[in-house]
């Protein structure tokens, strides 16, 4: 009889497996506790709604009845949502790659009773392909060496997890962010974070744009650190900001190469195939030219290029979240699949590949409709940036739509209390740092660029519990010795750097410089491994490089929303900025709410006002003016 049990799940991805011939279950102690009692394996498949191999080896695998009965009868099968359950997702992922380094979605591990990993890899076929076995054959040789083998299965499983659990320990000592503890952080320097570019000068394909070959994928947070280099003006890494310090004297010449890369890249991305029709920016593309997309949209891909993108290519992206991901309160969508019903076929990509106008009679492809707290936060951060950078009231009013959405559903006198939610309710996974980093940056900076006090405070309350670690560890993981935390992903800003980013401008806005040297422990570890290897750590170099430019607090003043000074700051972001926008009003409320930077700032309306490690420069009354003092830089 089928015992599955993922219908009344609040993921989308779960439910899609609800009516599979497999007796699923959710992550969690029951399903061990039953493995533990059966004496079985336990196979845990993960993967996510808009995952098109999922799909493919749901199809072919997971709805077979056959294979069904096998599960049912020598595992404990278990589904889960990579996006619900990011912590999970992490711990598994670390564990299979000890088997292999092809890793993705769909993801298939199989584990003892007490959540070791003893075997994992991605996808398997229904039949042998190449070197590629079959599910069959997979689930057969498992099944053989925990019955004939288990002191090699067993002593396998101890080996990885306590691999996993000494580098896990190795990076809480490392960081010891709750405390304060340990040495003072020691950050790659100047000169080293930007030699990067010159790294990733050498993989820029040239012909193509991006970087290296199949597959492309647009990488936000490497276009991020590009953008941070270009728009760095001291260049040499002394902090003199002449471009000729003891350094290489080349600085100048790394920012417009940095930009180079960056403006390639954006263009790639903008005019191939990687880009629909109505804005929205595709996963990745399958070939080196950028064409054959993957099709699913993600919205932490289309987010991250906000803050990177021109106007014409942001407007789309914003048109996309809009028209697509937006539910009617405000919040986004996790993403949209790649595949449709067509004529009564289950294809992948050709509705994207009809024009516009052919699209609009048939349905379009599923919405995975979760509703996640950090990805929401990385929207808010980039409809904020993109929308103060070209006075684009709408992208402001996206972002606000969705801060006060998030603010209502997940979060609770200041402390996120729900990571990911649907129409059906909110899911049970614990808020973790992705949650908690991402929302507060993105919080803090809506209130920068619309002087909205009430989003900072909040930002400010979701901090100080990021900095205290505030987070659940899932039981099973917890036992097992195999709680990983947050891993560097490429795709996706880092919720560990977002928290670190956003700690260092609560530095600026309140004075406060234990803000600032809990930033430079967060990301330490992490930029001084991307020196060496920046996919995947270049949000960390970003981060690390800000921190060590003279602080510059910008603060404008001005009642008229068309007042010449708001356009001025427009372009002063930089790493080692800090741009706010008030009105006078605005202004005596940040000041009574504890952020010391807009003390007194409310008397002159317009005004502008330059600090440079919170020395200020007199009020500058005149676009002009402004502009002078904020090309005047500071040793």
């Given at each position: 009889?089928n015992?599955?049990?993922?219908g009344?799940?609040?993921?989308p991805?779960?439910?899609l497996?609800?009516?599979n011939?497999?007796?699923?279950?959710e992550?969690?102690?029951?399903?061990?506790?039953?493995?533990?009692e059966?004496?079985?394996?336990?196979m845990?498949?993960?993967g996510?709604?808009?995952c098109?191999?999922?799909?493919?080896?749901a199809?072919?695998?997971?709805?077979?009845?056959?294979v069904?009965?096998?599960?049912?009868?020598?595992?404990?099968?278990?589904?889960?949502?990579?996006?619900?359950?990011p912590?999970?997702?992490?711990s598994?992922m670390a564990?299979?790659?000890a088997?292999?380094?092809q890793?993705?979605?769909?993801?298939?591990?199989?584990?003892t009773?007490d959540?070791?990993?003893f075997?994992?890899g991605t996808?398997?076929p229904?039949a042998?392909?190449?070197?590629v076995?079959?599910f069959r054959?997979?689930?057969?040789?498992?099944?053989d060496a925990?019955?004939d083998?288990?002191?090699?299965v067993?002593?396998?499983?101890?080996?990885?997890a306590?691999?996993?659990?000494?580098?896990?320990?190795?990076?809480?000592t490392?960081?010891?962010?709750a405390?304060g503890?340990?040495?003072?952080?020691?950050?790659?320097?100047?000169?080293?974070?930007?030699?990067?570019?010159?790294q990733l000068a050498?993989?820029?394909d040239t012909?193509?744009?991006?970087f290296?070959?199949?597959?492309?994928?647009?990488?936000?947070?490497l276009l991020e650190?590009?953008?941070?280099?270009?728009a760095?003006g001291?260049?040499?890494?002394d902090?003199?900001g002449?471009?000729e310090?003891?350094?290489d004297?080349?600085?100048t010449d790394t920012a417009?190469?940095?930009?180079g890369l960056?403006?390639r890249?954006?263009h790639?991305?903008r005019?191939?195939?990687?880009?629909?029709?109505d804005?929205?920016?595709?996963?990745?593309?399958?070939?080196?030219?950028?064409t054959?997309?993957?099709?699913?949209?993600m919205?932490?891909?289309?987010?991250?290029?906000?803050?990177?993108?021109g106007?014409?290519?942001?407007?789309?992206i914003?048109?996309?979240l809009?028209?697509?991901?937006r539910?009617?309160?405000?919040?986004?969508?996790?993403?949209q699949?790649?595949?449709?019903?067509?004529?009564?076929?289950?294809?992948?990509g050709?509705?994207?590949r009809?024009?516009l106008?052919?699209?609009?009679?048939?349905?379009?492809?599923?919405?995975?409709?979760?509703?996640?707290?950090?990805?929401?936060?990385l929207a808010?951060?980039?409809?904020?940036?993109?929308?103060?950078?070209?006075?684009?009231?709408?992208?402001?009013?996206?972002?606000?739509?969705?801060?006060?959405?998030l603010?209502?559903?997940?979060?609770?006198?200041g402390h996120v209390?729900v990571r990911?939610?649907?129409?059906?309710?909110a899911?049970?996974?614990?808020?973790?740092?992705e949650?908690?980093g991402l929302l507060?940056?993105?919080?803090?900076?809506?209130a920068?660029?619309?002087?909205?006090v009430?989003?900072?405070?909040v930002?400010?309350?979701?901090?100080?519990?990021?900095?205290?670690?505030?987070?659940?560890?899932d039981p099973v993981?917890?036992?097992?010795?195999?709680?990983?935390g947050?891993?560097?992903q490429?795709a996706?800003r880092s919720g560990?750097?977002?928290?670190?980013?956003a700690?260092?401008t609560?530095?600026?806005?309140?004075?406060?410089?234990?803000?600032?040297?809990?930033?430079a422990?967060?990301?330490?570890?992490r930029a001084?491994t991307g020196?060496?290897?920046?996919?995947g750590?270049a949000d960390?170099l970003?981060?690390?490089?800000?921190?060590?430019?003279?602080s510059?607090?910008?603060?404008?003043?001005?009642?008229?929303?068309?007042?010449p000074?708001?356009?001025?700051?427009r372009?002063?972001?930089?790493?080692?900025?800090v741009?706010a926008?008030v009105?006078p009003?605005q202004a005596?409320a940040w000041?009574e709410?504890?952020?010391?930077?807009?003390?007194?700032?409310d008397?002159?309306d317009?005004?502008?006002?330059?600090c440079?490690?919170?020395?200020c420069a007199?009020?500058?009354?005149s676009?002009?003016?402004?502009?002078?003092?904020?090309?005047?830089?500071?040793?």
């Open positions: 009889m015992d599955n049990r993922l009344a799940s609040v993921s991805y779960l439910r497996h609800a009516d011939p497999v007796d699923w279950r992550w969690g102690p029951d399903a061990f506790a039953e493995a533990r059966r004496d079985v394996p336990v845990v498949s993960v996510y709604a808009t098109h191999w999922c799909h493919v080896m199809r072919e695998s997971f709805a077979d009845p056959e069904g009965a096998l599960l049912r009868q020598e595992f404990v099968a278990v589904k889960v949502d990579r996006e619900e359950r912590d999970v997702d992490a598994l564990s299979a790659s088997f292999t380094q890793l993705g979605w769909p993801l298939t591990t199989f584990l009773p959540g070791h990993v075997f994992a996808y398997f229904p042998p392909v190449a070197q076995p079959s054959q997979i689930t057969g040789a498992v099944l925990w019955k083998r288990r002191h090699e067993d002593a396998n499983a101890s080996a990885i306590t691999a996993i659990r000494q580098g896990a320990e190795a990076d809480a490392a960081r010891s962010v405390d503890g340990g040495d003072e952080p020691r950050l790659p320097a100047v000169d080293s974070i930007r030699a990067v570019t010159d050498r993989a820029e012909t193509y744009g991006g290296g070959g199949a597959p492309k994928f647009p990488s936000a947070p650190f590009l953008a941070d280099v270009a760095d001291d260049s040499d890494g902090g003199d002449d471009g310090g003891e350094g004297g080349d600085g417009d190469q940095a930009a960056l403006d890249s954006l790639a991305i005019a191939s195939e990687l880009t629909d029709a804005g929205g920016v595709f996963r990745y593309a399958t070939r080196r030219d950028w054959v997309p993957h099709y699913e949209r919205l932490y891909d289309n987010a991250g290029l906000l803050a990177v993108a106007a014409e290519q942001a407007r789309g914003a048109d996309f809009r028209d697509t991901l539910r009617e309160d405000g919040a986004f969508v996790a993403a699949d790649s595949e449709s019903t067509i004529d009564g076929r289950r294809v992948e050709e509705w994207y009809l024009p106008d052919e699209r609009a009679r048939l349905d379009p492809p599923p919405l995975d409709d979760q509703v996640l707290t950090g990805w929401n936060g808010i951060r980039g409809l904020a940036i993109a929308g103060a950078r070209y006075g684009d009231a709408e992208m402001l009013e996206l972002a606000r739509g969705a801060a006060d959405a603010l209502a559903a997940h979060v609770v006198d209390t990911s939610s649907t129409s059906r309710g899911s049970t996974a614990p808020p973790t740092i949650d908690v507060a940056e993105g919080l803090l900076e809506l920068l660029v619309t002087g909205s009430r989003h900072a405070v930002a400010r309350s979701l901090i100080d519990d990021g900095l205290a670690g505030r987070f659940d560890v993981l917890a036992a097992a010795g195999t709680a990983t947050e891993q560097p490429t996706l560990t750097v977002a928290l670190a980013a700690s260092a609560l530095a600026a806005l309140t004075g406060d410089a234990s803000y600032r040297a809990a930033a422990r967060l990301v330490a570890d001084a020196t060496e290897r920046p996919l750590h960390a970003g981060v690390a490089l800000a921190l060590q430019r003279p510059r607090e910008v603060v404008v003043v001005a009642s008229d929303p068309a007042d000074l708001r356009a001025a700051v372009g002063a972001r930089r790493p080692g900025t741009v926008v009105t009003v005596t000041a709410a504890g952020f010391e930077l807009f003390e007194a700032r008397a002159l317009p005004a502008g006002y330059v440079h490690d919170r020395v007199l009020p500058a009354r676009s002009d003016e402004l502009a002078a003092q904020l090309s005047t830089r500071l040793a």
